[in-house]
């Protein structure tokens, strides 16, 4: 086992160096250009905006670094369906989180689906303020929520120091414009399919702030706009004998679940 390891670590670094190296050569037709790449994004911001309903299943990962400078990765699946400009229905499966979340314009709720808990608060608003309210008064911010907002390119653009248009990249087939931008506090990379439904299809967020440079991904499939949308009712049936809580206690929200500490610094 040891010796089978070994070779594939050899090989790894083989292909690594093959790799970088094509990347150094290739770099030079990539289109590092900040005002293409910011561009590009902005068709992709306007296009998600004039779309008054949006389903999708995506694949989200975070890796972490522990104490012990071992790398982790937490998995975890779900869906998403949203209909402008003030509904969200949406749910996450993963190793230490089972949650759905309905927001039907007026009631925010969430369920944790293996404690048979629940919490149910009035936010009236739209899902730009349901994104913010999550963040700041919730404290739970829901990753690469910033993509749904009606300004994707208003939220994100004014914290940027640094763009760049790396060319194309293929994600689960689907040809796509690669651009990554640069903030004071993290690095970000989205991949944006090339045609005239230039959706998300890949969104990788890396914090440079805190130890082991944690990163959430977020890959999107079965994508689907307007009148493809299959109908829904935005409203949830809260199981028999579930437990209401506050939003503070509801566990089982984010794939860390409580077990993994966050520290700052590198």
């Known amino acids: 086992m040891q010796h089978a390891m070994w070779n594939f670590m050899r090989s790894a670094k083989a292909w690594a160096a093959v790799l970088a190296m094509a990347g150094l050569m290739g770099m030079s037709s990539a289109h590092a250009d900040e005002g293409q790449a910011k561009s590009l994004f902005k068709t992709m911001s306007d296009y998600l905006a004039a779309q008054k309903a949006i389903s999708f299943e995506y694949d989200s990962t975070l890796e972490i670094v522990t104490k012990e400078d071992e790398r982790i990765a937490l998995a975890s699946s779900g869906t998403l369906t949203l209909n402008r400009p003030d509904k969200v229905h949406a749910t996450r499966t993963g190793g230490f989180v089972n949650v759905e979340m309905v927001f039907d314009g007026k009631t925010l709720t969430l369920l944790g689906k293996d404690a048979n808990v629940y919490t149910q608060v009035e936010e009236p608003g739209t899902i730009d303020h349901l994104v913010d309210q999550l963040r700041d008064k919730y404290h739970r911010p829901v990753p690469a929520a910033d993509l749904l907002m009606s300004d994707s390119y208003g939220q994100l653009m004014p914290l940027v120091v640094d763009a760049k248009d790396l060319g194309s990249g293929v994600i689960r087939g689907v040809q796509c414009d690669h651009l990554a931008f640069r903030t004071d506090e993290v690095d970000w990379q989205i991949w944006i399919a090339q045609g005239d439904r230039p959706y ?16 959430y991904s977020i890959d999107v499939r079965a994508w689907k706009a307007g009148a493809d949308v299959a109908s829904d009712g935005f409203s949830m049936a809260i ?27 590198k």
């Open 200 to 215: 998300p299809c890949r969104y990788v967020i890396t914090s440079r702030k805190v130890r082991g440079w944690p990163q």
């Open 239 to 265: 199981p028999t004998g579930a437990k209401k809580l506050t939003p503070s206690d509801l566990p089982g929200i984010d794939d860390l679940s409580g077990i993994f500490a966050v520290t700052e610094g």
